[in-house]
């Protein structure tokens, strides 16, 4: 369940002392990384590509809607750990320390029509060093989703029950647009042209799945082409919504705190981790679960460390959550049931025509007594 406690407002001193907690628990798990974390996601790469191997055999050759839904649920499963558990992981660095080129992060790029430079950018460097900072967090609603009232109210967002589940169903194409940065061609804060320069590595990637998925794949089941074409389909949609899901449920669930620019100027090492915390939120479940969603079923602990590998945040959970309780810190965890029905009401809720106003006051430091200059905290992803 989710904690019922509310984050207090810490001093700058305990703000100070809670940021160098983490660091030091950082430390110690970065030091300890070896062959398990690498043997790890060697096995799931192997199960990620025998779950391929299985879908694709079962469609091509396979005959009868059972095989076609084995086929394609076997293919889904397969996008969906090369996705989250491999491709999202290792795009954040969590792997370069073992010098294996097959796991560099400015290297990989993973099956989906988002371009992995887009994705590193837009992802990496804006959602993870902004995040939930209303107006530079750009993952806050999509450009298009009202999904707290601190957002200003729109008649779009009248419709968005509907729109959230079209972008679920197309939810890659939701994130691989996103950096193109369209409201802002719109609005005529980006130009055409840097819209066009934008578009090119996008057009590329988008261009070689579609081939891949529904050309090359059904053409070489020839008989059994618009077979292999559909279950492509259906395994993409699989993942469109299996990754929707749990990222909407690690970031927009109650009790989720959203801050302005103003909140967020300045602040210290510490206090990017106490944001870091009140922005994100975990879903408990099964190792399954946790494997099947990148582990981001740790969404606390992916923002608090998003360069240690992901296999590691079960194991530092209930570190974080004693860390979190003895700073007066809410640790917003619940099942995907509840997660889930909590996002689904926010959106409805947030629906309707209401003025923009502070949800929840954004837990955040007191500033020092005395004036001190602090320099930006050094985030540790890459963009």
Known sequence: MTTPIKSRTLTHEE?????RELEALRAEVRADLGERDVAHM???????????????????FGVGPLTFALGSLSLGVSKILENMEIGHNVMHGQYDWTGDPELASRDYDWDNVCAASDWRHSHNYEHHTFTNVIGKDRDVGYAFLRVTPEQQWNATHLAQPISAAVLALVFQWGVAIHDLRLPETITGEQSVGELVRRAGPFVRKAAWQLGKDYALFPALALWNAPRVFAGNLVANGVRNLWTFSIIFCGHFPEGVAMYTPREAENETRGAWYLRQLNGSANIEGSRALHVLSGHLSHQIEHHLFPDIPASRYPEMAPRVREICERYGQAYNTGSFRRQMGSVVKSLFVNALPTRARRRV?????????????????AVPVAA
């Open 361 to 377: 006051a954004a837990p955040r430091a007191l500033a020092p007594r005395e004036p001190a200059s602090h320099a930006a905290p």
């Open 42 to 60: 060697r096995a799931v790469i192997r199960r990620c590509r025998q779950t391929e191997a299985a879908g694709r055999a079962l469609l091509h």
């Open 15 to 19: 703000t100070e002392a809670f940021g």
